[in-house]
């Protein structure tokens, strides 16, 4: 199974900008729907944006116009660009297999959104 190592997290103030990376460990990532997940305190992890196989992506309303999904095939790596960060985001955030997650999750990247 395809395994995921995240980087990037970090403490941002509100308004503030982050890129996250995801790295995959086989090449086999390029015939993967896939998606970061995130999770704050207390709450379920739920899905935050998403990026087929063939680029087309999604996002929920909650993060919608603020975050962008991206993938570079040949690097096998996904990407997250989160702008207009708000203190609701702050969360671990993890990348897997999407919609449905599959296999064991990596151990994530904390974003932080405070001031």
């Known amino acids: 199974q395809v395994q995921f190592v995240e980087s990037g997290g970090g403490l941002v103030q509100p308004g503030g900008s982050v890129r996250l990376s995801c790295v995959a460990s086989?090449?086999?990532?390029?015939?993967?729907?896939v998606g970061w997940y995130r999770q704050a305190p207390g709450k379920q992890r739920e899905l935050a944006a998403s990026?087929?196989?063939?680029?087309?992506?999604s996002y929920p309303d909650s993060v919608k116009g603020r975050f962008t999904i991206s993938r570079d095939n040949a690097k096998k790596t996904m990407y997250l660009q989160m702008n207009s960060l708000k203190p609701d985001d702050t969360a671990v955030y993890y990348c897997?297999?999407?919609?449905?997650?599959?296999?064991?999750w990596g151990q994530g990247t904390q974003v932080t959104v405070s001031s």
């Open positions: 990026i087929a196989s063939n680029g087309r992506t």
């Open positions: 086989k090449s086999s990532f390029t015939f993967n729907d």
């Open positions: 897997n297999r999407a919609p449905r997650p599959y296999g064991a």
